[in-house]
T-cell receptor, first 112, second 118 residues
Framework: NAGVTQTPKFRVLKTGQSMTLLCAQDMNHEYMYWYRQDPGMGLRLIHYSVGEGTTAKGEVPDGYNVSRLKKQNFLLGLESAAPSQTSVYFC???????????FGPGTRLTVL | AQKVTQAQTEISVVEKEDVTLDCVYE???????LFWYKQPPSGELVFLIRRNSFDEQNEISGRYSWNFQKSTSSFNFTITASQVVDSAVYFC???????????????FGTGTRLKVLA
């Protein structure tokens, strides 16, 4: 099992460009999450999904959109990137509420 | 409201010293789960332990031990005889049952950076 994978690992964007980050898990987990990590701020929840076809806003959803068309994939989109979105993005999944989350390796995004 | 506080931003110890990382949480729910994760310099997040609110037994795993005290809403993590490889950022996290909050969110503390010096 690959666990949780994220594509790409690194990306540099110019302000105003768009991109999609892909998270894939092969553990048949129901719940998936997107976080961003900034220095000194821990992990902040962007969006999450409690099952295929469902999404919900987290703590810092502005400027991001998500989709969960397939159970194993959770996509995070930036429609018009801004320098404030420079961060490390982590995807996580969990089988059920209360279980530990399994994290992907992260995507380092720089917006110039 | 749910909250996790890791008041120690950074700790430095010399190898072989014991070190305790503090975690204080807030929740109105009676059923909840607590977690510790490690983030080494390579950047990945590694799960260390999960505890539910009904199990206050302390746990020891090798050089790691966890002290869960509901009376003080704390879930502290101790590393005995620290090693350079323990250098990392450690995160404490909280997940309630969702019955009161209606949420599926995990709440993370801001992390404690541990530096173990040789």
């Amino acid at each position: 099992n690959a666990g949780v994978t994220q594509t790409p690992k690194f990306r540099v964007l110019k302000t105003g460009q768009s991109m999609t980050l892909l998270c894939a898990q092969d553990m048949n987990h129901e719940y998936m999450y997107w976080y961003r990590q900034d220095p000194g701020m821990g992990l902040r929840l962007i969006h999450y999904s409690v099952g295929e076809g469902t999404t919900a806003k987290g703590e810092v959803p502005d400027g991001y959109n998500v989709s969960r068309l397939k159970k194993q994939n959770f996509l995070l989109g930036l429609e018009s990137a801004a320098p404030s979105q420079t961060s490390v993005y982590f995807c996580a999944s969990t089988e059920r509420r209360g279980n530990e989350q399994f994290f992907g390796p992260g995507t380092r995004l720089t917006v110039l | 409201a749910q909250k996790v506080t890791q008041a120690q931003t950074e700790i430095s110890v010399v190898e072989k010293e014991d070190v305790t990382l503090d975690c204080v949480y807030e929740t109105r729910d009676t059923t909840y789960y607590l977690f510790w994760y490690k983030q080494p310099p390579s950047g990945e997040l590694v799960f260390l332990i999960r505890r539910n609110s009904f199990d206050e037994q302390n746990e020891i795993s090798g050089r790691y031990s966890w002290n869960f005290q509901k009376s003080t809403s704390s879930f502290n993590f101790t590393i005995t005889a620290s090693q350079v490889v323990d250098s990392a950022v450690y995160f404490c996290a909280l997940k309630d049952s969702g019955n009161l909050s209606g949420t599926y969110k995990y709440i993370f503390g801001t992390g404690t950076r541990l530096k173990v010096l040789a």
